[in-house]
Nanobody, 124 residues
Framework: QVQLVESGGGSVQAGGSLRLSCAVSGRPASNYVMAWFRQAPGKEREFVAGIRWIGESSLYADSVKGRFTASRDNARNTVHLQMNSLKPEDTAVYYC?????????????????WGQGTQVTVSS
């Protein structure tokens, strides 16, 4: 059983930065993928970024490519999402998720474990 707890959300002006963290307990085996999703009011939850627990493979949504970076700290069982050049349209609840496997995918339904979410608000 994997448990995920997000932190680091908050309010920031457009152009600013935030760093989200996801503490992972029930340490995943090497064949796990960690991902970030977000859900804005009135919209469906969407994939943002994903990274393998072991290895260099990563994947980003086109809307955040070049601005967001997913990373992990295996020693601290933590994954991060560094968000730069934030835009008002990045406002959403951000969720950490994980699934077994080695392929990073965007499909929400394939992710088995979810955190409770953290709010990110970007003002113009």
């Amino acid at each position: 059983q994997v448990q995920l707890v997000e932190s680091g959300g908050g309010s920031v002006q457009a152009g600013g930065s935030l760093r989200l963290s996801c503490a992972v307990s029930g340490r995943p085996a090497s064949n796990y993928v960690m991902a970030w999703f977000r859900q804005a009011p009135g919209k469906e939850r969407e994939f943002v970024a994903g990274i393998r627990w072991i290895g260099e493979s990563s994947l980003y949504a086109d809307s955040v490519k070049g601005r967001f970076t997913a990373s992990r700290d295996n020693a601290r069982n933590t994954v991060h999402l560094q968000m730069n050049s934030l835009k008002p349209e990045d406002t959403a609840v951000y969720y950490c998720a994980s699934k077994r496997g080695i392929v990073v995918i965007r499909t929400l339904g394939q992710y088995e474990y979810w955190g409770q979410g953290t709010q990110v608000t970007v003002s113009s």
